[in-house]
């Protein structure tokens, strides 16, 4: 039944109020019922032996007290204020009665009746709703069989009316727990509602919505501050999204307006072979231009979707400087870089770090680069340090230092400083370092002394 009502009730609510209705329902009726034939068979034992009890005293008085005739015991026994209602009794030495009660009613299966007895001394069953008590006692060598038989008239309208009374309160009960129960649940799912209507409220338009976290029961506030977390990082995944269709639609656009003026211009008027060659020059530049774009809005995509931690190998950060300087020197033959060692540096293992390898060289690429293309003189000093637990890498060049304003905003997608210049940029290298730097647990700070810029990198082991 229990299944039958959680398979067909969707409602949370009208499950609960149901399940603990129907569970109070068993347990009352199961108590109720417990009480009931707890005290029916008290009534019964305690009839027994008033029964029991009336047929000794009887057998006394008849046996033990000679001067007692039978007329006299009957007539005590018609008068006594203790007398049974429809009571017989019947006293039999051997199998001879002695002794019977004045009440003209039979006392049925009397062989069973003396075999109980004989075998148990006492004899307890009834017969038509009157309670039979058989006793078998020897006394100065004699057998004698005790049978007494009465009609628990008071006892049975007692138990009558306990019927009554616990079918009264039973359905009583039941009606009050089934108003109390939908009053409870209703005052209990009430957080549940709310949260419900708030979270149907909820759509792209408003994700800086936030449901409250207290005075709502441990659970609903648990749910709430989850569900904010996932609003959270939902409206962040979103907020990226939309810059980065917006960042991407306003960079791409340049280069690709570059590309179709220059293919459509080239395209109205004949050409020599040499300026057949310029042209194609300029288009390889721009795609190459259009390639770092898309590279570098990929790399930042991935490592912002991709933001968890990660089991990277050991490696060390001097060597991959080096290759990052080499690789640099490559592209700008005149710049001028030169790596410091300081700080505790005595143990070959002081310099090891978990890192990714190719991202953690495309960080470097980009910092060392940046600082020689706004470098004053072309000169780069990058200082690597060990001190304890962390490891520090400093890279500095002489030049012209950021804004307050713009300190905040260095590493943020296609933002480009004042102090750029003429140097060409889209404003994605900052960026994508901070994302790799966040994604290997370091962190990435700028500052501006004495004349130098510097980006310094801290790696906390």
Not at 185 to 203: C, D, F, G, R, S
Request: glycine share 4%; aromatic share 12%; charged share 25%.
């Amino acid at each position: 039944m229990f299944k039958f009502f959680f398979n067909t009730t969707k409602s949370l609510r009208v499950r609960f109020a149901l399940g603990f209705s129907l569970l109070v329902t068993v347990f009352l009726a199961v108590a109720l019922v417990f009480i009931y034939y707890s005290l029916a068979d008290f009534r019964k034992d305690e009839f027994y032996n008033r029964l029991r009890d009336r047929a000794m005293t009887t057998f006394k008085l008849l046996v033990e007290v000679e001067r007692i005739d039978r007329d006299l015991l009957q007539l005590i026994d018609k008068n006594t204020l203790n007398s049974l209602y429809d009571e017989k009794v019947l006293i039999f030495k051997d199998s001879t009665l002695i002794y019977s009660s004045i009440d003209d009613r039979k006392i049925e299966n009397l062989p069973e009746l003396f075999s109980g007895a004989k075998e148990n001394k006492e004899y307890r069953t009834s017969q038509n709703h009157a309670e039979v008590v058989a006793l078998h006692l020897e006394q100065g060598g004699i057998g004698y069989t005790i049978l007494a038989s009465a009609y628990d008239k008071y006892g049975r309208n007692e138990l009558t009316f306990l019927k009554l009374v616990v079918l009264t309160v039973y359905f009583a009960v039941l009606a009050i727990i089934w108003l109390c129960t939908y009053f409870f649940v209703k005052k209990i799912m009430h957080p549940l509602e709310k949260l419900k209507t708030n979270l149907a409220n909820v759509n792209y338009n408003n994700l800086d919505f936030r449901l409250r976290e207290t005075g709502q029961g441990e659970e609903v506030d648990s749910l709430s501050a989850t569900f904010n977390q996932m609003l959270y990082r939902l409206q962040e995944a979103f907020d990226f999204q939309k810059d980065f269709i917006h960042y991407a639609s306003h960079e791409l656009r340049t280069p690709l307006a570059a590309m179709v003026s220059i293919t459509e211009n080239s395209m109205k008027k004949p050409l020599s072979n040499e300026q057949m060659k310029n042209i194609l020059g300029v288009l390889y530049n721009q795609q190459k231009n259009l390639a770092n774009i898309t590279n570098s809005l990929i790399v930042l995509s991935d490592n912002k979707n991709n933001s968890h931690a990660l089991a990277y190998p050991k490696i060390r950060l001097d060597e991959l400087l080096f290759k990052s300087v080499e690789i640099i020197k490559n592209i700008h033959p005149e710049a001028e870089i030169e790596i410091n060692l300081e700080g505790e540096l005595l143990n070959e293992n002081a310099l090891l770090i978990n890192a990714n390898e190719p991202l953690m060289l495309v960080a470097f690429n980009n910092l060392v680069q940046n600082a020689h293309q706004y470098s004053k003189n072309g000169k780069v000093t990058i200082v690597v340090s060990s001190t304890g637990l962390n490891k520090e890498i400093r890279i500095l060049n002489p030049g012209n230092p950021f804004g307050q304003d713009e300190k905040e905003k260095i590493f943020t997608p296609f933002y480009r400083a004042s102090n750029t210049g003429i140097v060409k940029g889209h404003g994605l290298g900052l960026p994508l370092v901070k994302q790799i730097i966040q994604l290997h647990k370091a962190e990435i700070t700028y500052s501006y002394i004495n004349d130098f810029n510097e980006f310094k990198i801290t790696f906390s082991s």
